[in-house]
């Protein structure tokens, strides 16, 4: 029922505004499953810097993460999906790593595509609201 979330625009939001105001609709996307916080913008960035890093330390050093929090995020995404999406590899002389599953990558870029999806959706609504 779409209906319900339109406003009934008697008078155009444009004609409540300054002329020189600059509106914009921001909004930040988040999957959950349940209750349980699945993916959004934070666990997004983190996978990106432990897929440049190799280290999930060093991924939450660049976001200004305890390591603990950053574990957590990664056991969490580990838990709520089938397949690992971040695994820790062992092996070699300077050590192991951290690297992202075929599924982990998936779920990256299926965030981005529904990220630029709902920016889409965004602008297509501002003249909508206002009044255009």
Do not use: H
């Not at 008078?11 to 505004?17: E, F, R």
């Not at 909004?27 to 993916?39: H, I, Q, S």
């Amino acid at each position: 029922m779409v209906a319900s979330f339109l406003v009934d625009l008697r008078m155009p939001v444009k004609d409540l505004l300054k002329q020189d105001s600059k509106i914009q609709i921001k909004a930040t996307l988040r999957v959950f499953n349940g209750e349980d916080k699945l993916f959004g913008p934070g666990k997004l960035e983190l996978l990106q810097f432990i897929q440049e890093t190799g280290s999930i330390s060093q991924a939450a050093k660049q976001m200004g993460l305890s390591y603990k929090k950053a574990w957590d995020m990664v056991n969490s995404l580990n838990q709520l999906c089938k397949s690992p999406i971040v695994q820790a590899q062992t092996g070699g002389a300077k050590g192991g790593k951290t690297v992202l599953t075929p599924e982990g990558l998936e779920l990256m870029e299926a965030f981005r595509v529904l990220q630029k999806n709902f920016q889409q959706f965004l602008e297509e609504q501002m003249p909508i609201f206002l009044g255009r």
